[in-house]
């Protein structure tokens, strides 16, 4: 799935101003030279690799996918049978921070990344339903009677798309339209300065998109104070040019989900056909517009703390 810049008030709001049962099993294996291909994507010191099943992915499938950490000359491995395991591989590396945060209003912000037809807005939203779930566990305050507010949310940047009206007013229409999803089709100022207020002020309005309409929705979703992590989830999070760079300087946590461009630019025909576009007309859309920001989008890759694999079974 895939998952869209203004100057906020006071109170943190973004005005629009437009510019499975089964066990895991851990061993420890050591490396005496590393795969400098394996390694050529990670940070200094560290790397992590998680393999992710595709949208389709039945559980009732076994399957294999495995965890990396790469510290010095040792690689720590997790295997699993389900794509719920991957998941909880997740779960568990945020909420121990967040439950430990001596601040209430402390946030853990998240920066997913990816191509399209990665799957960034499937594991974005399983991953917060999660923690939303185990939450109560670790909050041993709530009263049992009383039903915990959610202290996890995603805000997908597809709100921060332009609308098409600012589409219209640029100098080549056309191209403008026929290019929506590339980088200069959205609003990074306002995703910005959204992502500083929350920091601010620990609550924040941001926009959602209505894909019906094709325009974003001013103010839809409210990150409020008791919400302790928030994952964004978009395409150009980890680019290192201009005010993508300073986006993403902000996140906690930085993750990609990794795909064969090939096989995310089948998922993304079928998404355009399901939406009523021709196959003709949607072969001409993800060669023109898709494939092309996939390919930009993958080189921001290696500035990402953890690599999420996306594999078919």
Sequence with gaps: MEATFSSGTTRGYCNQARVSSE??????????????????????????????????YRSNKSSLFKVLSAEREQVNVVEGRSVDELYDALVTRLLPPV???????????????????????TLAYEVVKRINKLW??????????????????VVPMDGFHLYRSE????????????????????????????????????????PSFDHGVGDPVEDDI????????????????????????EISSLFDEKWFIDIDIDKAMQRVLKRHISTGKPPDIAKQRIENNDRLNAELIMKSKKNADIIIKSVDF
């Design 136 to 153: 109560p566990e670790k909050a041993s305050s709530f009263d049992s009677q009383v039903q915990p507010p959610d202290v996890a949310i």
């Design 99 to 121: 439950s430990v945060s001596p601040n209430p209003n402390q946030k853990l912000l998240v920066g997913l990344a990816g191509p399209p037809g990665a799957g960034k807005s």
């Design 23 to 56: 066990p895991l099993f851990l061993r420890r294996v050591d490396i005496p030279d590393r795969n400098p291909c394996l390694l050529s994507v990670a940070r200094p010191n560290k790397f992590v690799q998680l393999s992710l099943a595709h949208t389709g």
């Design 222 to 245: 409210f990150v409020n104070l008791q919400h302790k992590v928030v994952i964004v989830e978009g395409n150009y999070l980890l680019l290192e040019d201009g005010v993508w760079k």
């Design 167 to 206: 589409l219209d007013a640029m100098e080549n229409p056309e191209e403008a339209h026929a290019r929506r999803g590339a980088p200069w089709t959205f609003n990074p100022l306002q995703l910005l300065t959204c992502l500083k207020n929350l920091r601010t002020h620990g609550s924040v309005y941001a």
